[in-house]
């Protein structure tokens, strides 16, 4: 299990103190679908950086299997956790193989690292652009290939380090695609966690996406989690509008056509 | 695109490419020897005493070091293109050089009477240690200066670049100024780089460091290829960041500042031989460090059979033929890299 309890973090800075996070808590469990929403500056990404290892809490706690994060080396925690940014900036021209290959701290075979770099390539759909340079890609091609590179990293602890399934924190990792490719983005989170135990937590803007596929929601605001639960239990009107101070229309769950709430944002 | 040539056969075939410029290099000059003269001396058979001294005293070390601080101006550049994510850093574009440089010309100006009180060799290794903090102290600058987030803006990196060079270039001219120190040597030198005056001694002092750089920077190639994604993808990837940025920039400033102390300042190998190697291999450090050792090495022998011969008897200083074939290439890299550099 990913955790944190009662995660506190505080920026210094020459006005004094900020505090970009107060008493967190969550859980993110092994199978586990996990999505964090909440407006611009609520703190997610603060908080995907505390739970990944790159901040360390300034109180409280972040874990991983009841080991705080800060003691694990880098190499070994990256063969249970995998992390992609909400951007990559890459200014030398490798091949989409070669950024691909970047996620293997750990020494592979040559087979061992085709197999792997096939299989990631093929699930974000982008295993014609192999060959390709990626700075001639488009950004959204370049954010599946991103993501080849992130998931490619936990399978391969899995399938040849017999690693137990590790954690995959996803940051917008949707911002740049296509209809079609969000859904398979979504669809292979699902099947990371269904399938291979994976525990996901992804930051995400879209509530309706969140809602469609994600076990559990949680809402931040201003650097705490205000709910936290099922989409059918956090999803409410009031919630939403008082997260967003946006007016919306949620949907209930229809027979035969969404089994998801529905949130429809009104205009003002 | 980079060409699809097989990494090892390239790094090969510039190896060869080296040993040929040494072989000219060590027959060209003012008296003009056959390759196997040269070559006979080398190897111990010489054919007279005179060529003997020539090659043995005079080219020999002037040949090996100019392909060592070639070497050493070279993996530094293509290491801190790494480190700041850009291909448009440069060891003396970005004021690393001239660092190194003003902190020798102190130690030489400032430092000149409890210098004398140190023995012989001890001397000999302040001005390159001094010249190691000087250029080490404008790597932290710079990197602090025009990084944030993780992230490196170009254009500031440049520009901070500039200002160092400039305090740095003025402190060096006034302090070569107002020395009457004999062992001081010529603004030139530091200014514009020769390889004129060559020692063993010279030599040994540039290539401790820059072998010792050769043997431990493979090791961080990888680490070095993820950070070119962001300081935090590569520690996501599982990397030792902070580990990697001591020793990268330790290396780099070890390896530039023996170079600038035997050398002066010879601008431009560090931009443009990784690029070259870049445009052959592609960006894979593993490949971007040997071959970008070979093409400086290459560079700097042909600047240096450049500045012997086209004025002869005269002698130019290198400075002037690296920059310009440097000048345009770096206006031409600017070009490619226009729409990423802003402020």
């Given at each position: 299990m990913l955790s944190t309890i009662d995660l506190q973090l505080a920026l210094e800075s020459k006005q004094g103190s900020k505090?970009?996070?107060?008493?967190?808590?969550?859980?993110?469990?092994?199978?586990e679908l996990m999505v964090v929403l909440g407006p611009n500056g609520a703190g997610k990404s603060t908080l995907l950086k505390c739970l990944s290892g790159e901040m360390k809490p300034t109180a409280g706690s972040a874990m991983m299997d009841a080991v705080p994060l800060h003691l694990l080396a880098p190499e070994d925690l990256a063969l249970r956790r995998a992390v992609m940014p909400q951007s990559v900036q890459l200014d030398f021209p490798f091949s989409v193989t070669e950024v691909v290959e970047m996620g293997q701290r750990h020494a592979l075979s040559t087979i061992e690292l085709q197999q792997i770099v096939d299989k990631a390539l093929g699930m974000f759909d982008v295993q014609h652009l192999k060959a390709r340079d990626y700075l001639t890609l488009s950004g959204g091609e370049q954010q599946r290939v991103q993501l080849a590179r992130v998931v490619g990293q936990l399978l391969a602890a899995m399938e040849f380090k017999q690693v137990v399934p590790g954690y995959l924190l996803l940051d917008e990792c949707t911002s740049s695609l296509d209809l079609s490719h969000q859904h398979l983005v979504f669809k292979v989170a699902r099947q990371l966690a269904d399938h291979h135990g994976m525990g996901v937590l992804m930051i995400l803007h879209d509530l309706n996406l969140a809602s469609q596929y994600a076990d559990q929601l949680v809402l931040m605001k201003q650097g705490e989690i205000r709910y936290q639960g099922s989409p059918i239990e956090v999803l409410t009107e009031a919630v939403v509008q008082e997260i967003y101070d946006f007016p919306v229309k949620v949907l209930p769950p229809q027979e035969g056509v969404n089994d998801w709430p529905l949130v429809l944002p009104l205009s003002h | 695109m980079r060409t699809s040539i097989n990494p090892k056969l390239a790094l090969g075939l510039l190896g060869i490419g080296l040993i040929v410029f040494c072989a000219i290099s060590l027959s060209v000059g003012a008296m003009n020897l056959s390759v196997s003269d040269v070559l006979g001396s080398v190897f111990g058979r010489a054919v007279d005493q005179q060529t003997d001294l020539v090659v043995m005293d005079i080219r020999?070390?002037?040949?090996?070091?100019?392909?060592?601080?070639?070497a050493a101006l070279a993996i530094s550049g293509a290491v801190m293109q790494g480190l700041f994510r850009n291909p448009l850093a440069d060891p003396a574009l970005v004021g690393v050089s001239s660092g190194a440089a003003l902190a020798a010309v102190t130690v030489i100006v400032l430092g000149g009477t409890w210098l004398q009180s140190w023995t012989g060799w001890l001397e000999s290794l302040a001005i390159p240690l001094a010249a190691f903090l000087g250029g080490i102290l404008v790597t932290i600058v710079i990197f602090k200066f025009s990084t944030r987030n993780g992230r490196t803006d170009v254009g500031l990196?440049?520009?901070?670049?500039?200002?160092?060079?400039?305090i740095a270039g003025s402190a060096t001219g006034l302090l070569t100024y107002v020395a009457s120190d004999e062992a001081l040597r010529s603004l030139t030198f530091w200014s514009m780089g020769s390889?004129?005056?060559a020692t063993w001694q010279d030599v040994a002092i540039v290539t401790v460091p820059t072998l010792l750089a050769l043997a431990?920077?493979?090791?961080?190639?990888?680490?070095?290829?993820?950070?070119?994604?962001?300081?935090?993808?590569?520690?996501?990837s599982g990397f030792n960041v902070k580990q990697l940025k001591r020793v990268t920039i330790a290396l780099t400033a070890l390896a530039v500042g023996a170079a600038v102390s035997v050398s002066g300042l010879i601008g431009f190998v560090g931009l443009v031989a990784p690029h070259l190697v870049r445009l052959i291999l592609g960006p894979d450090h593993r490949w971007v460090i040997p071959g970008s050792a070979l093409m400086g090495g290459m560079l700097v022998l042909v600047s240096d059979i450049l500045?012997?011969?086209l004025l002869s008897p005269a002698e130019l200083p290198i400075g002037i033929l690296m920059s310009a074939i440097g000048g345009p290439f770096f206006l031409w890299l600017l070009m490619q890299h226009r729409s990423r550099i802003r402020l």
């Open positions: 505090t970009i996070l107060n008493k967190v808590s969550l859980n993110v469990s092994a199978g | 020999l070390p002037r040949v090996l070091l100019g392909v060592m601080v070639g990196m440049l520009l901070s670049g500039i200002a160092i060079n400039a390889l004129a005056s431990i920077l493979p090791f961080f190639a990888r680490a070095l290829n993820s950070f070119l994604m962001g300081e935090s993808v590569s520690y996501q500045a012997r011969t």
